[in-house]
Nanobody
Framework: QVQLVESGGGLVQAGGSLRLSCTASGHTFSRYAMGWFRQAPGKEREFVAAISRSGSNRDYADTVKGRFTISRDNAKNTVYLQMNSLKPEDTAVYYC?????????????????WGQGTQVTVSA
């Protein structure tokens, strides 16, 4: 089993930037593909970005493409989400998740492990 802890959320003005981190423990990090998801009040959890085990493959939701970048450092057991040009509609709780599939996945139910989430609030 792997444990995930997110950090880096906060309050930022529109147009600003934040970098989220998710640190894993409990198992070999490089065995897991990782994803970032978000959930706004009253809405379903939605895909944001995902990265393969080695970091060679990445995928993004259309709503964040060109603004967000997912990366990972397997030596530090950490996955990152760099968020630039933030918009008020990016406001949500952001979750990182892990799965042992060999490919990048965008469906939440395919992920086995989840962090507790970190709040991101973007003011207009």
């Amino acid at each position: 089993q792997v444990q995930l802890v997110e950090s880096g959320g906060g309050l930022v003005q529109a147009g600003g930037s934040l970098r989220l981190s998710c640190t894993a423990s409990g198992h070999t990090f490089s065995r897991y593909a990782m994803g970032w998801f978000r959930q706004a009040p009253g809405k379903e959890r939605e895909f944001v970005a995902a990265i393969s085990r080695s970091g060679s493959n990445r995928d993004y939701a259309d709503t964040v493409k060109g603004r967000f970048t997912i990366s990972r450092d397997n030596a530090k057991n950490t996955v990152y989400l760099q968020m630039n040009s933030l918009k008020p509609e990016d406001t949500a709780v952001y979750y990182c998740a892990a799965n042992q599939a060999p490919s990048v996945l965008i469906t939440p139910r395919r992920y086995n492990y989840w962090g507790q989430g970190t709040q991101v609030t973007v003011s207009a």
